[in-house]
């Protein structure tokens, strides 16, 4: 009798966020399985996941499109689990109408130099004194006036009005009326050391768990509640459905032009050491 080979474990990183809970609920839930592959999910915030995706310590991360551009020699991109902005995205605020020409030479918290809200905001606006906050206290920092303007990711982007800030500039917005394009946001990569099988068989899954949660949507949701930072629920299905999409199920053609646009224009802007061709598997 020939026994099958155990699974091979792949340690999958990502962050404690309701988009990131919800596309990966079927992995997580083990409504998605494998006999090749089997997942230890890992969550950390984007950034931290950007800095460790530099030592090429997970098989499978979570990262922002902008940190690709200095993981590419240890991962390649996934066609499924992009986090997209389709005419909305990241965004500057503060807590005083300001228009978008005015945050030149300002204070701006941002979430991290590693994230591709602040590769957007560099590209909008070069010139600004970026200030390193934990996400979740961006607001606080605009608020007791320490910053200028806040530059906000996740939930933050549907809550900000009720907080009694005012949007500077939606970057989303910004970059498909300037280019035509959606803002790729997060990606999904597999480090190039796998084998070949086995990251076409982590590509299966991701997108399978996608779907399963796309058409389990209440369960699903249900789960990534936990994740969604006490944020009432009609506003968390809201801000999932902003983030899994159909291009988070498949890339397609527009997603590798798009990632492939932002990343030469931060080249071109001297904001990215090299030229880095963006590369997918599926």
């Given amino acids: ?26 992995l997580a839930t083990k409504k998605v399985r494998s006999s090749k592959v089997c997942f230890r999910h890992v969550l950390e915030d984007i950034e931290t996941l950007n800095r460790k995706a530099q030592e090429g310590l997970y098989g499978l991360s979570a990262v922002s499109y902008h940190a690709y551009a200095y993981v590419a020699d240890k ?10 902005g389709d005419g909305y995205g990241p965004m500057i605020i503060a807590s005083r109408p300001m228009e978008a020409d005015e945050i030149k030479g300002k204070r701006i918290a941002v979430p991290g130099t590693m994230t591709t809200s602040y590769l957007a905001c560099r590209l909008f606006q070069p010139d600004f004194e970026a200030i390193v906050t934990p996400f979740d206290k961006i607001t606080d920092a605009v608020r007791d006036r320490y910053v200028d303007a806040g530059l906000i990711i996740h939930e933050a982007q549907l809550t900000y009005e009720k907080s009694g800030f005012h949007r500077v500039v939606d970057l989303g917005r910004w970059f498909k009326t300037a280019h035509g394009l959606p803002l790729p946001l997060g990606a999904n990569v597999l480090l190039r050391s796998l084998h070949p099988d086995i990251k076409s068989e982590c590509c299966r899954l991701m997108r399978e768990s996608i779907q399963y949660a796309l058409d ?12 969604a930072r006490d944020l009432e629920t009609r506003l968390a299905e809201k801000f999932v459905g902003m983030y899994v999409n159909h291009y ?3 890339g397609g053609d527009i997603v590798p032009q798009a990632a492939q646009k932002l990343l030469d224009m931060g080249f071109e802007a001297g904001l990215i050491p090299r030229r880095v061709e963006v590369e997918f598997v599926r």
């Fill in 1 to 26: 009798m020939t026994l099958s080979p155990a699974p091979v474990e792949i340690i999958a990183a990502h962050s404690p966020d309701s988009d990131d809970a919800f596309m990966f609920y079927g």
């Fill in 75 to 84: 991962y390649v991109l996934m066609a499924s689990g992009s986090s997209i």
């Fill in 216 to 227: 389990n949507h209440n369960e699903a949701l249900e789960y990534a509640m936990q994740f």
């Fill in 248 to 250: 988070t199920l498949d």
